[in-house]
């Protein structure tokens, strides 16, 4: 089981909220990840991180910024939430020489 | 960019048979690919990854094979049992260090 964790599992916010989401890791990778899946669709990437002080932005287009200030800590932030951003966030890490991706349980986000 | 193709949302199969899905690709030839199981409300997980120059790679009951001439993976659950149930997603990546194209998924039911 990996050891991957993500808070709050369930988020319902007001639109214009400041909100963060959660990432942790225990097992020293180097490599992390924000995906965004919507329900029966493909996951994709927004925000991924080589190491600390690393972050790119992924091939979906999203307003959220992320920090990797600490090798384990990988958390996403939405400085004003909007109903569009509706959707589950899954969290990811892989080691540098490894190419499988441990998720995260999931971050279901609702905006009204 | 790359496009992935999955086999039918949904694939219902009786148990004690073999379940085989298909992910098709297009454009570039990916260095890797993978297969990760989703179930519903939690973060994928990873099952099983075959190279380029692989033919065929099997864990336990799952087999993966790998055609690169006709751009398709094929994924079998051998002897399936209702706790197969689950959403199979097949992953790719062009290289070591490139990020992951997901596939939207098939949705696999084992019926008793």
């Known amino acids: 089981e990996a050891d991957i964790y993500q808070t709050p599992r369930y988020l319902v916010i007001g639109t214009g909220k400041k909100i963060t989401l959660e990432c942790s890791q225990t097992m020293g990778h180097d490599k992390m990840y924000w995906y965004q899946q919507d329900p029966g669709m493909e996951l994709h990437l927004i925000h991924y991180s080589y190491g600390v002080n690393s972050t790119e932005k992924g091939d979906l287009s999203s307003e959220s910024t992320v920090s990797r200030i600490r090798t384990e800590h990988f958390p996403l932030t939405l400085e004003s939430a909007r109903p569009s951003h509706t959707s589950q966030y899954l969290c990811?890490?892989?080691?540098?020489?490894?190419?499988?991706?441990?998720f995260g349980p999931g971050t279901r986000l609702t905006v009204t | 960019s790359q496009k992935i193709e999955q086999n039918s949302e949904a694939l219902n199969i009786q148990e004690g048979k073999t379940a085989t899905l298909t992910c098709n690709y297009t454009n570039y030839s990916p260095a890797y690919l993978q297969w990760y199981r989703q179930d519903p409300g939690r973060g994928p997980v990873f099952l099983l990854l075959i190279r380029e120059n692989e033919k065929e790679k099997r864990k336990e009951r799952l087999k993966v094979t790998f055609d690169t001439t006709l751009k398709q993976s094929l994924f079998h659950i051998t002897a399936s049992q209702p706790a197969d149930s689950a959403t199979y997603l097949c992953a790719l990546a062009r290289g070591g260090n490139e990020k992951l194209t997901f596939g939207t998924g098939t949705r696999l039911t084992i019926i008793p």
């Open positions: 990811a890490s892989s080691e540098s020489h490894r190419h499988e991706q441990y």
